[in-house]
T-cell receptor
């Protein structure tokens, strides 16, 4: 069974541009989560989508947004990129929108903002 | 406010010995705890989890212990192998955190020969 996949693996942008990151969950999973791991920092929760709706977001500015498609895949969009947005962006998926469901992570997209 | 803490940034253990990684939490509403292993530039790999209704869960070489009164959990790896060398994150969810995982800052485990 295929795991969580993310694309692209690497992305280089300049300040002020927009970045779009994509995630495909494990088959049968309806919830998708996005996390950011900046250099030297832990994993910070960004967004949670379930059944096409944004269910929760972390302490990030509105220029971080996303959506979930009918096939449960998801996009993370980062507008007006800043240098500090350089990080590893991780997507995870789980079976259902309740606590106690294990989240499985993809390999991540490494975003570099110059 | 760091609700999940891993106070040891690094740990070195000899091959074949026990590795014990510790994690403390402050939010008493957390009711599901997980351990992930992470290599550089890769996504975390799920290792083992435990629900708050249990105090121990075992899976092969990995055992997680939960002490709710102390708000403490630990991951035991026995025997430790060189391939276990990675960064280990504990994570917690539950109690109104709406399914998001709150991660600790990680402990880098080095298993030496």
């Amino acid at each position: 069974e295929a795991g969580v996949t993310q694309s692209p693996t690497h992305l280089i942008k300049t300040r002020g541009q927009q970045a779009t990151l994509r995630c495909s969950p494990i088959s049968g999973h309806t919830s998708v989560y996005w996390y950011q791991q900046a250099l030297g920092l832990g994993l910070q929760f960004l967004l949670w989508y379930d059944e096409g709706e944004e269910r929760n977001r972390g302490n990030f500015p509105p220029r971080f947004s996303g959506r979930q498609f009918p096939n449960y895949s998801s996009e993370l969009n980062v507008n007006a990129l800043e240098l500090e947005d350089s990080a590893l962006y991780l997507c995870a998926s789980s079976l259902a929108r309740r606590d106690g469901e294990t989240q499985y992570f993809g390999p991540g997209t490494r975003l570099l903002v110059l | 406010d760091q609700q999940v803490k891993q106070n040891s940034p690094s740990l070195s253990v000899q091959e074949g010995r026990i590795s014990i990684l510790n994690c403390d939490y402050t939010n008493s509403m957390f009711d599901y705890f997980l351990w992930y292993k992470k290599y550089p530039a890769e996504g975390p790999t799920f290792l083992i989890s435990i629900s708050s209704i249990k105090d121990k869960n075992e899976d092969g070489r990995f055992t997680v212990f939960l002490n709710k009164s102390a708000k403490h959990l630990s991951l035991h790896i026995v025997p430790s192998q060189p391939g276990d060398s990675a960064v280990y994150f504990c994570a917690a969810s539950g109690g109104g955190t709406a399914s998001k995982l709150t991660f600790g800052t990680g402990t880098r485990l080095q298993v030496t020969l």
